[in-house]
């Protein structure tokens, strides 16, 4: 493997440019909080094992390969980008006053939730698997066997995802108070919900190459 350093910063930056992942953290952080940031967190990475498998295996090839898997898998995740987008959207129109049992019982459900977010946000996303087929070739020596330099990246990526998104949540956790002001909390949630529709859109149009 070549130019291991270079792959890690080039990773870096694309981890902390906003994407569905941070979109998604951060709105089940400020909604839940620290735990179901970090929940979210897990769940994308248990994701970008499974991409990291896949590439190893060469399924990310098939499915980068194949138009009718590549438009599957885009259609499915966009679909699912969406009606994340539009559940937060009406969540704003039904917010109201509640007890404290009623509070408790929400945060519980949302909690066990945002695994399955995290986790389907990313998998869903067909743009990973574009992702770890033509980035990761490129740090490969020529002629060497792939299968160990795609496992060592793909667990670099993730890792270095853990990094970033951990302090990210805490964070995002730290000013929650503020985030959390009535007025301050439905414009995040706005923008958030917008911004999940917005990526959702994107990869419905998004091309295998």
Not at 19 to 37: E, F, H
Not at 126 to 143: C, M, S
Not at 198 to 209: R, V
């Amino acid at each position: 493997m070549q130019h291991f350093y270079p792959f890690i910063v080039l990773c870096i930056l694309l981890i902390i440019l906003p994407g569905p992942d941070t979109a998604i953290a951060t709105k089940n952080t400020l909604t839940v909080g620290k735990t179901g940031g970090l929940k979210t967190l897990f769940g994308t990475c248990c994701a970008l094992l499974i991409h990291t498998t896949a590439a190893v295996i060469g399924l990310s090839a098939l499915i980068v390969k194949s138009a009718m898997l590549f438009s599957i898998l885009k259609y499915v995740g966009a679909v699912y980008l969406g009606y994340l987008g539009f559940k937060t959207l009406w969540s704003l129109r039904k917010k109201e006053a509640s007890d404290v049992l009623e509070t408790a019982s929400i945060l519980e459900e949302g909690q066990m939730n945002c695994f399955r977010q995290g986790f389907l946000t990313n998998l869903l996303n067909p743009k990973v698997a574009v992702f770890f087929l033509t980035f990761l070739p490129q740090f490969v020596d020529h002629g060497q066997e792939p299968l160990l330099p795609f496992l060592i990246m793909g667990l670099t990526y993730t890792l270095l995802t853990l990094i970033w998104f951990i302090p990210y949540i805490y964070l995002i956790n730290q000013i929650s108070a503020f985030m959390k002001r009535p007025s301050t909390e439905k414009a995040v949630q706005g923008l958030t919900g917008i911004a999940l529709l917005g990526f959702g859109i994107k990869l419905a149009f998004e091309k295998a190459h």
